[in-house]
C-alpha cells in the first residue's frame, strides 16, 4: 500500500512538473508571438514616417494675391499683401512647428481673405526653433519672396509641415505652387544664400521676447492665440483697420 501511494506521488509531481513545463513553453510562444506582432508594428510606423518626411511634396492651396517680388533684408520680415494695407498682421512661425500648421489651418482662410481684400498685410518672420528642416524652410521661403511666389510658397510649407524639407523638395515645391525653377532660385535654396537672414530673423524674435511659435500681433498688439476663434479674428482685423 506505502509503494503505490509512493508511485502515486511520483506520479502527481510528474504530472506537476509537465504541466509546468507546457506553461513556460507555451508562455515563451506567446511573448515571442508578441514580440514579432511588435516588432511589425514598429517596422511599419517607421517605413509610414520615413514615407511621409521623405515624399515629394503634395499640391498646397494657392492665393489670389499678386505675385510681387520681395526685398529681403537682415532683421526685416517678408511682406506678404499690399504694402498699403492700413492693418499688418505680424506672425512669428516656423514651418516644422505643428501648432503653427494647426494656426495656418484654422485661421489661415481668415488672413488670406484680409490680405486679398487690401485689408491687412503680413509681415512674417520665420523662425527654426525645431531643426534643420527648420532652417531650409526658412531660407527657401526667403528665396521665394524674392523670385515673387512667397505667398503661395508660404501656404505650400504648410500643407506640407511634416516633410524633411530637403534641397529637392524644396525645389519640386517650387514647381508644385507655380512657381519658378529658374537657376537663381536652385541656387538660392542649395546654397541657403539667405542662411544670415534666417539667423537675423531669430535674433529679432528675441529682442522682441518671442519665445514660442505661432505669435500673433496685429498693429502691434499681442493676440491671445489660446482663446481666439476665427470670428473673433475677423473682427479683430476689421477693428484694425479703422485705427
Known sequence: MSGAKNMNARERARLAAEQAAARKRDQRILIAVIAGFVLVVVAAGIGFQAWRTTRSPSVAPSSSLPATPVTISDGRPIVLGSPQAPATITLYEDFHCPHCAEFEEQYGPVIREAQESGAARVELYPLSF???GSVAAA???ACAAEAGF???YYLGLFANHTLQWRDEQLLDLAAKVGGS???TFTTCVTSKARADWVSSIATVAEKNGVTATPTMFINGD???IQNLTPE????MITTATQK
Open 222 to 224: 499681442l493676440i491671445d
Open 232 to 235: 473673433a479674428l475677423r473682427t
Open 130 to 132: 525645431i531643426d534643420e
Open 181 to 183: 525653377s529658374s537657376a
Open 139 to 141: 531660407n527657401a521661403m
Open 150 to 152: 512667397g505667398q503661395n
